[in-house]
């Protein structure tokens, strides 16, 4: 790796570290096949260690992933950017942040059991693919907001859909 004057650091490749780091979530979004649902399942083990391994009360878990949410937003949007970018791609598929930010909306006041935590993994999934209105639109939006913004909507569908099976104890 070597440093550019003054600028971020950057792999042999050309690639900027930082950027591709967030983009493919520490790459899990190399995995194959389908580095999407790597993704997703990456954001989904990160929780389940917070909520399974630390034991935190549920406003401070729901703290927790609010700031995640946040943070994979405002790094995400960014490193989308660039990697799409310096790979010559408009939204490659190795960029999983989307993934994550969006499957961790769809957590969103889950409780730490495999059963919501599953639900709201397929049905992240079912809509990030599916693409029902507006999210596939969201995909018009410029560079990584487009990558982004399109599974951010995909989770708050998905998260529609578990307030409704938690409001009628099916999960």
């Not at 690639?15 to 999407?36: D, I, S, Y």
């Not at 993934?99 to 909306?105: A, K, L, P």
């Not at 999934?125 to 487009?146: H, M, N, S, T, Y």
Request: include cysteine; hydrophobic fraction near 55%.
């Amino acid at each position: 790796m070597s440093k550019q004057q003054g600028g971020p650091i950057v792999t042999p490749g050309g690639k900027t570290l930082w950027a591709w780091t967030v983009a493919t979530f520490f790459g899990a979004g190399l995995g194959k096949p389908g580095p999407g649902t790597w993704g997703s399942v990456g954001a989904l083990l990160l929780w389940a260690a917070v909520a399974w391994g630390v034991h935190p009360a549920p406003h401070t878990l729901l703290l927790v992933l609010l700031a995640g949410i946040a943070l994979s937003m405002v790094l995400g949007v960014p490193a989308a950017t660039i990697a799409a970018r310096e790979s010559g791609r408009k939204d490659p598929g190795f960029v999983v942040i989307d993934e994550v930010t969006g499957q961790w909306i769809a957590l969103l006041w889950s409780c730490a059991c495999w059963r919501q935590a599953l639900a709201a993994l397929l049905l992240f999934r079912l809509f990030d693919i599916a693409k029902p209105f507006p999210v596939r639109q969201l995909e018009r939006l410029p560079e990584g907001w487009g990558i982004v913004f399109d599974d951010v909507a995909a989770g708050l569908y998905a998260l529609g859909v578990m307030a409704v099976l938690r409001f009628n104890h099916w999960i």
